[in-house]
């Protein structure tokens, strides 16, 4: 039976589901969610659903690795830390942080590496890339505690399951998935106790549990054994409204009740409730900020500019990289940077704390 035929039977069964709990099934299923079963990373011509910015350039991991060197020094050089990367992908933007790492003596010697990653095939893909990894693991709380914590998420908190709210005849009503015959519809079901302000009609609140409670967890661990983590993603770095949620396959967007499994579903990065959860676990949070400027301030223009003294025939590849990483009409203003840290430390790119 198809995933959507397995959804529309639970519904029938049990009524209509939240957009949280759909997102959930459509990802995760494990007979038919998308990373269960069929994530595809990468470009149109080869396949590919989506692009992420470590597939852009090589110079974007290799940067967030001398982000980590950069920090690891403030720390005090500590032996062993855990390296961890969330949702690692394919293995690129870690591949490219450890080369570039190896430039500094004893990083790659102390760090414990550990990959976040409860997809399949995505963990062979990553296996492929960097060879036997010992900590491929389905959550963070699987991680060894007792030493401090390097940490990066690629486009990790978009892919968690939102909750989503429609201001309709003066108060707050969920969105549900329902059925209408056979087909999925977003219905509208009542909310009592929910406390947001009133809204214009048909205006739409979206909240994450999902990703506040990531948010806490990762500021949980750094309070308990130190580190910093940089979260890199497309969101919002204020409160606001809106309908964010969205499938693509192939790079265009579908209705995200057409196919479910077949593509990718996501929503913004609610990122200042996300920095608001970590704080509450009394560590630090530096952004967001846009991520061209971030890029900036590590030195993306300036090593895009070595790169290309040394292979000037790359130099057209390596602008129209640039371009797309910075770029304000492209990834440069949308994709946002924060840092999650401890007191007193200053994480590169930022200019100061959040």
């Not at 855990?82 to 942080?97: C, H, K, N, Q, T």
């Not at 998420?153 to 056979?182: M, T």
């Not at 593509?263 to 949070?285: K, N």
């Not at 057209?316 to 640039?322: A, N």
Request: charged share 25%.
């Amino acid at each position: 039976m198809r995933l959507a035929e397995r959804i529309a039977e639970r519904i029938r069964s049990g009524g209509p589901i939240s957009v949280a709990e759909y997102m959930h099934i459509c990802l995760h299923d494990p007979k038919d969610g998308y990373y269960a079963v069929r994530p595809a990373l990468g470009d149109r011509a080869g396949g590919g659903d989506f692009l992420t910015a470590p597939l852009v350039s090589q110079m974007f991991g290799e940067l967030i690795g001398l982000w980590m060197v950069d920090l690891w020094r403030q720390m005090g050089r500590p032996r062993p830390f855990r390296l961890v990367e969330l949702g690692p992908g394919d293995g690129a933007l870690m591949s490219d942080i450890l080369r570039a790492a190896r430039l500094e003596p004893g990083f790659l010697e102390a760090s414990d590496l550990w990959l976040v990653e409860p997809s399949q095939p995505l963990r062979a893909r990553q296996r492929l890339k960097l060879g036997p990894v010992a900590g491929q693991v389905d959550r963070l709380d699987e991680i060894p505690a007792g030493a401090p914590l390097l940490l990066v998420a690629n486009e990790v908190l978009d892919c968690l399951p939102i909750r989503q709210w429609e201001w309709r005849d003066g108060s707050w009503k969920e969105r549900r998935v329902g059925l209408a015959g056979d087909r999925l519809v977003f219905g509208l079901a009542p909310s009592p106790g929910v406390s947001f302000d009133p809204a214009w009609e048909g205006a739409v609140r979206e909240h994450s549990p999902a990703q506040e409670a990531l948010g806490a967890d990762i500021a949980a661990r750094i309070a308990a054994d130190g580190g910093a983590a940089l979260l890199i993603d497309y969101g919002r770095a204020e409160p606001g409204l809106g309908d964010t949620l969205q499938a693509i396959s192939g790079h265009v967007r579908e209705d995200p009740l057409s196919r479910p499994g077949q593509a990718d579903l996501t929503a913004h990065a609610d990122f200042p409730s996300v920095l608001a959860a970590a704080r509450r676990e009394g560590i630090e949070t530096s952004g967001p900020i846009a991520q061209g400027r971030f890029l900036s301030a590590l030195g993306l223009e300036a090593r895009a500019a070595a790169l290309s003294r040394a292979r000037p025939d790359d130099t057209g590849r390596l602008h129209r990289q640039v371009e797309r990483l910075t770029a304000p009409d492209q990834m440069g203003e949308l994709f946002l940077a924060a840092a999650l840290h401890s007191p007193g430390l200053r994480p590169p790119g930022f200019g100061g704390r959040g």
